[in-house]
């Protein structure tokens, strides 16, 4: 079957610091992977869209710069938060598809900022 | 303006009955799909239904069903006799093919509780 392996599943990072978390695709290839990230009392927001031999693209609000995303591979991405502070914290989801139209999540990685 | 309108935040019922978690969407494309997810404490997103155009994948066997309405761009997740381990946050999901790439934008949720 296909399963997505994110870790960490928990993190904690002192205001000012950076972290990363990493997306590992398995029994299947991940042509995209998607990123997501759930703040308190929020829904799930798209932060960027990462294809294999294509851009990334990264939703309004959400940049590059703040959240850059590796993606070598048909099996793993990684996306960075750098420079964490308060307004990052919360569940960042990964999804992976092998494109079709359903994307398979990891368990997420809970940041919360210190 | 929210693409994906889930109405309801919390919702409870008691072990047994009948649940209908209704969800509205707004798109402008023509090839569209739907979702329904479920959201475990664990952190797990486990896909339940995916509605395509003109079928429907039930990707988790049970008590799952939905009740579509194109027309009204209207999509409720139907669960019935419920369970205690049907307590969790339900989402509602909607995939749109972009020259971006596909984008799946959730609706806010709805919490429910099954009490024995």
């Known amino acids: 079957g296909a399963l997505v392996y994110q870790y960490p599943r928990r993190t904690i990072c002192k205001s000012g610091t950076s972290m990363r978390m990493e997306c590992q695709a398995v029994g299947f290839q991940a042509t995209s992977v998607a990123w997501y990230r759930q703040s308190p009392q929020k829904t799930f927001e798209l932060i960027a869209l990462s294809t294999v031999n294509s851009a990334i693209k990264y939703e309004q609000n959400f940049t590059q710069e703040k959240f850059p995303i590796s993606h070598p591979n048909l099996s793993f991405s990684s996306m960075t938060v750098l420079n964490a502070y308060l307004e990052d914290r919360g569940l960042y989801l990964c999804?992976?598809?092998?494109?079709?139209?359903?994307?398979?999540f990891g368990h997420g990685t809970k940041l919360s900022v210190l | 303006a929210q693409k994906v309108i889930q109405v309801w935040s919390t919702t409870s019922r008691q072990e047994g009955e009948k649940l209908t978690l209704d969800c509205s969407y707004k798109t402008s494309q023509v090839l569209y799909h739907l979702f329904w997810y479920k959201h475990l404490l664990s952190g797990e997103m486990v896909l339940l239904i995916r509605?395509?155009?003109?079928?429907?994948a039930i990707e988790r066997s049970g008590r799952y069903s939905v009740v579509f309405q194109k027309s009204r761009k209207s999509i409720s997740l139907v669960i019935s006799t419920l369970q205690p381990d049907d307590s969790g946050k339900y989402f509602c999901?909607?995939?749109?093919?972009?020259?971006?790439?596909?984008?799946?934008?959730f609706g806010i949720g709805t919490r429910v509780l099954v009490r024995p």
């Open positions: 999804g992976a598809t092998t494109g079709d139209e359903r994307l398979f």
């Open positions: 509605q395509m155009p003109s079928t429907i």
């Open positions: 999901a909607l995939w749109e093919p972009n020259s971006a790439g596909n984008k799946l934008t």
